[in-house]
């Protein structure tokens, strides 16, 4: 399988962008995939999450100004089979430093072009800022697809069409003529409330197969276990939380695979629709 990028990314804060990214990774590497992480939120949430201390001149800003390669910047974690190029403060200042360059959108898409043309990995995570600046449209710029979380709240509901219509700009400008939603997670789920249940139907009212079935419930070991740098399937691997993004992955390799398969056959014909069961909803 060639190496699949997906940007993770949601313009709000706090809907588990960060959490879906540490332990989704560390759920892919322990069923055998090779993941790379790109922290590209300054916060270095994600960084510290898989067990890798803030240091300066580990990220990507010098790759982003073209003042250096990417090589050297990978880094192991303690998850198995997942490495990261780490994140740091100073990331921030290429929200204006890199927006002052030619072909701006497109520089962490050719930072990370001899990562990909290697082919060492089977996936590549971005970790995106809570906003839609200069970071995280390179990241859409460079990604194939997008993985939405959104957490079980009303408000949640109101980003989705923001993010929705930049896609749509993006293909339309041909920036990034092919991405595509890869998959909405929905985050704290309380089943003991009504209020779950009824925004996740909602967002599957208006998304249909693109939200994956698998929801990521209220879990306070999933809360834990970034202090202690480590996911969550590493600091209580039977906890909900650890079960819930190990059912993510297996949903996430099981998506991929139908997309490989459906892209040798031709596209809206009834053999491409049965194999891969999921409706093209921008």
Do not use: W
């Amino acid at each position: 399988m060639a190496t699949r990028i997906i940007a993770v990314a949601n313009q709000k804060g706090g809907v588990g962008k960060t959490t879906t990214v540490i332990n989704l990774s560390a759920c892919l590497g322990e069923s055998g995939k090779r993941v790379l992480v790109i922290d590209l939120d300054p916060q270095a949430n994600t960084t510290s999450g898989l067990g890798l201390p803030r240091q300066t001149g580990t990220s990507l800003y010098r790759v982003l100004l073209r003042e250096r390669s990417v090589h050297g910047l990978i880094q192991d974690t303690v998850a198995p089979n997942v490495q990261i190029i780490p994140s740091e403060l100073d990331l921030a200042g290429a929200e204006i430093d890199v927006a002052r360059m030619d072909g701006y959108l497109h520089g962490l898409n050719m930072a990370i072009a001899p990562v990909v043309r290697n082919g060492g990995f089977d996936f590549i995570l971005i970790d995106c800022p809570p906003s839609l600046g200069v970071l995280t449209m390179n990241a859409l710029t460079a990604a194939h697809s997008l993985l939405l979380p959104i957490q079980c709240e009303y408000y949640a509901l109101e980003g989705l069409s923001v993010i929705a219509h930049i896609i749509q700009q993006l293909r339309e400008g041909r920036a990034n003529a092919t991405i595509d939603i890869q998959g909405i997670v929905m985050t704290m789920y309380d089943a003991r409330t009504r209020l779950s249940p009824d925004v996740v139907a909602e967002v599957k009212l208006h998304f249909g197969e693109k939200v994956y079935k698998t929801v990521i419930p209220r879990n306070i070991r999933l809360s834990e276990a970034p202090s202690f740098g480590k996911p969550v399937i590493q600091y209580d691997p039977h906890c909900t939380g650890s079960t819930a993004y190990r059912e993510l992955a297996k949903e996430v390799i099981e998506r991929e695979n139908a997309r490989v398969v459906s892209e040798s056959i031709p596209s809206g014909s009834p053999a491409a629709e049965r194999i891969t069961g999921v409706s093209h909803v921008s």
